[in-house]
């Protein structure tokens, strides 16, 4: 008899330098800032990011609030998130320096930031 051999192929997903997401939302619903429990007085607008490597998070708060004046809402090293928020031209400005900087200086592959 003869036995037929079998390839057995294993997938994983390693993450390089990326920016998978980089969305501001423009006067978004009070409701929003409630359910992220984020502080509507802060702005009129969120920025939101994932970064891998997820450290890449702190590197674009800093960025941010050194490119304008936005507010941290929410930072998490873990999963490489964060969310800002600001008037709708300052977080518009900090995200695309954030895409700037890690596309030209860190070489990383970004998005194209999106807007509603």
Known sequence: MHEE???????????????????????????????LDLNEEHGDAIGILNITPCEGVIIAADVATKAVEVNIGFLDRSYGSLIITGDVSSVETAIQEIVNYFTVKLNYDCVTMTQL
């Open 5 to 35: 051999i079998k390839q057995r192929i294993i997938q994983e997903h390693v993450p390089g330098k990326q920016i998978t997401l980089a969305h501001v939302i423009s006067n978004p619903q009070p409701e929003l800032f409630a359910v």
